[in-house]
């Protein structure tokens, strides 16, 4: 059975920091490319930041570039998500999603059930 697991969310002041991770179990980790996507009520899913394989291949959406990094310990099969310079319109519910995309043109993807991050003083 496929699980992903979200925790690390919470209430932090602006400027503030947050670590979100990723537990998984289920599927051949590191196979798979780790993304972080951030939804906000009445507005699509927005990429936030992905990881491949090796983990020297990353992107970042512009928003968050320089104070976001994404990280995965394929031993553990956890992904990361380390937030810095935290800003209120950082508050979302932050969604980890797992991806692998094969030769023949399949897709398989996996969501976790989302963490609260809230950004406020």
């Known amino acids: 059975q496929v699980q992903l697991v979200e925790s690390g ?3 932090v002041q602006p400027g503030g920091s947050l670590t979100l991770s990723c537990e998984t179990s289920g ?4 196979g798979y490319a780790m993304r972080w996507f951030r939804q906000v009520p009445g507005k699509e899913r927005e990429l936030v930041a992905g990881i491949g394989n090796p983990a020297t291949n990353t992107n970042y959406a512009e928003s968050v570039k320089g104070r976001f990094t994404i990280s995965r310990d394929d031993t553990k099969r956890i992904a990361y998500l380390q937030m810095t310079r935290l800003k209120p319109e950082d508050s979302a519910v932050y969604y980890c999603n797992a991806r692998l995309q094969v030769l023949d043109g399949r897709e398989f993807t996996y969501w976790g059930q989302g963490t609260q991050v809230t950004v406020s003083s």
Request: hydrophobic share 45%; aromatic share 28%; net charge neutral.
């Open 9 to 11: 969310g919470g209430l």
């Open 27 to 30: 599927f051949t980790f590191h």
